[in-house]
């Protein structure tokens, strides 16, 4: 079939599915510079980014569709001045505001601002359990220490803290170092999310690739680790799917629980939709959340099972890993309705297994950096 | 076997509330949402960091006309299970 070009026949075949939660990119401008950066290639730029009132215009629609957490991140979310403002409109839609930032321009006085807002909880990123990491794969060269001292407010505080390290190559040695600079803080909870190649992680994915050898290492110490801090500590790991049997259950299935909305106000249904060729979405100033989430055509495409191909739509797991990762299987094969070819079922399978090896091993010069063309 | 005069208490960033598109009670924690059974919401609607687990199960005993004896295992291992999974702390 390929793709489901009638929406209302997706979204009842779906069972009518209620979004649980939305991904607000705030803003694509970012004081840092990382060569996995989950926005697109093209970045948008500030002049087309939604106003606070469209903001808080879409966290009401949300909320009266069934979101019910928000996740405001960018780009670096507080590169905007009006993110208090964000904050409090999210609150008064009754929604779960929290905060995505990498930490690096947020002092103190703002923090408390933000918290007076009403910020319910604060993922911060680090790219590297050690200043020369973070400054590498960062591009800035203090950005660890800031971070640092950002943990250190937000915990003061009494906010509740998630680390989020993106792990690869350059930084798959550090897992217990990352562990312990959670625990160090205070933080309650980490997250170990192996780079996902999409976009600028795509382009940078010969030199981010770690070996299959080291990312059994990883997942053994995550898993060493999890056992030794429960309770105390909570472990959520993104497994690196290029070198596993079956997909993941991306977004938990296509426009089932999740709304991605761009600066510009674009909704999708993940983040890397746009790399998708052929997928019309809509915009908030056009139209209202509960239309787009219900009526667009970007969201129909892929929703339910019916748009896929023999293989996945007879498959006991159609309805376990929805087929994977749409824009995976386009990434890897050239066609965004194929199976993804993690799985071990699909005939691109051992291609990737094999250019995971390959890329792995293979030195590459350094990264292409994320810059706004 | 089980401490009855330990206190529970969500921690922060951790709110009940209703969820009408779906239906029933969640509970909000970082970056997870739990989806709360009657029995859950009862428990925890007693839950507001005053009151001890002794005091949690006699209210719910007398709400449900149940012995705490029989209600006080449940409730104890539905409280350390938030607990584990870092939603709830005792004092």
Known sequence: MGIQTDPRLAFAEAGSPVPMGMLCELTHRCPLQCPYCSNPLELERKSAELDVEAWCRVFREAAALGVLQVHLSGGEPAARRDLEQIVEGCRDAGLYANLITAGVNIDRARLERLEAAGLDHVQLSFQGADAETTALVSHMKDAHSRKRAFAREVVDLGLPLTINAVIHRANIEQIDDFIALALEFGARRIEIAHAQYYGWALANRAALMPTRAQTERAIARVEAARARLKGRLTIDSVIPDYHARYPKACMNGWGRQSINVTPAGKVLPCHAAETIPGLEFWNVAEHSLGDIWRDSPAFAAYRGTSWMNERCRSCDRREIDWGGCRCQALALTGDASETDPVCQLSPYHQRVHQLAQEESVRIVEGFRYRRPS | ?91
Not at chain 2, 9 to 19: A, F, P, T, Y
Not at chain 2, 60 to 78: G, M, S
């Open chain 2, 1 to 91: 076997m089980s401490d009855l005069t330990r206190t529970p208490q969500l921690i922060r960033g951790v709110r009940m509330r209703e969820d009408p598109a779906r239906g029933g009670w969640v509970l909000l924690a970082p970056e997870r949402v739990f989806k709360l059974d009657e029995i859950g919401r009862e428990i925890l609607s007693r839950v507001d960091g005053e009151r001890s687990l002794e005091t949690i199960v006699a209210s719910l005993a007398a709400a449900f006309e149940a012995e705490p004896e029989r209600i006080a295992a449940d409730v104890v291992a539905f409280l350390d299970g938030l607990a584990e999974r870092q939603v709830l702390a005792f004092r």
